[in-house]
Antibody, heavy 123, light 108 residues
Framework: QVQLVQSGAEVKKPGSSVKVSCKAS????????VSWVRQAPGQGPEWMGG????????NYAQKFQGRFTITTDESMSTIDMELSSLRSEDTAVYYC????????????????WGQGTLVTVTS | DIQMTQSPSTLSAYVGDRVTITCRAS??????LAWYQQKPGKAPKLLIY???TLETGVPSRFSGSGSGTEFTLTISSLQPDDFATYYC??????????FGGGTKVEIK
């Protein structure tokens, strides 16, 4: 059974960067496609971007272009996201989520989710 | 960008009620629509994909319908475990996806 395990909560100052990790428990991300989704307090989810680790190719929502990066390590055991130039509006729970196996792009239904990582941006 | 609008934003119902949630897309998305259930402090859980296909393990009281711009999620007989917030999500584009604003189902 696929399990995505994320790194712990972070508190950051405005203008700084945050990195959140997502690990495939008991395996690797080979053959998977993974998206990052965030959810601000009391709001609906917001898609940020996704990556096809086998190809190393990532795509990003226009809103986050230039300050959001998704990477994977060579072993494809961990996928990281980094968000820079943080502002208070970036305070949210950040989720990694696996795209359904039958899909071939980052845009699809998301069938397995990490537990979420709370990122708080405060001065 | 495609906008997804859910209604109502909040719904109060009794256990055993039939409940329907609507999701409208700002342009046609064919049947590229998913529905999720989310409980407080938890990640969303996939219920339905491709507008009407039930995810493995999801109870059959959940069903989805629609195509183009109008979609519905129906719970045929609301159970205590179903009180949660529900989101629709489109994935018509190859390179992005959009969620609706959510519908909170509360106990009446």
């Amino acid at each position: 059974q696929v399990q995505l395990v994320q790194s712990g909560a972070e508190v950051k100052k405005p203008g700084s960067s945050v990195k959140v990790s997502c690990k495939a428990s008991g395996g690797t991300f080979s053959g998977y496609i993974v998206s990052w989704v965030r959810q601000a307090p009391g709001q609906g989810p917001e898609w940020m971007g996704g990556i096809i680790p086998s190809f190393g190719s990532a795509n990003y929502a226009q809103k986050f272009q230039g300050r959001f990066t998704i990477t994977t390590d060579e072993s494809m055991s961990t996928i990281d996201m980094e968000l820079s130039s943080l502002r208070s509006e970036d305070t949210a729970v950040y989720y990694c989520a696996r795209v359904r196996e039958q899909c071939s792009s980052t845009s699809c239904a998301l069938d397995h989710w990490g537990q979420g990582t709370l990122v708080t941006v405060t001065s | 960008d495609i906008q997804m609008t859910q209604s109502p934003s909040t719904l109060s119902a009794y256990v055993g009620d039939r409940v329907t949630i609507t999701c409208r897309a700002s342009q046609s998305i064919s049947d590229w629509l998913a529905w999720y259930q989310q409980k407080p402090g938890k990640a969303p859980k996939l219920l339905i994909y491709k507008a009407s296909t039930l995810e493995t393990g999801v109870p059959s009281r959940f069903s989805g319908s629609g195509s183009g711009t109008e979609f519905t999620l129906t719970i045929s007989s609301l159970q205590p475990d179903d009180f949660a917030t529900y989101y629709c999500q489109e994935y018509e584009s190859y390179s992005w996806l959009t969620f609706g604003g959510g519908t909170k189902v509360e106990i009446k």
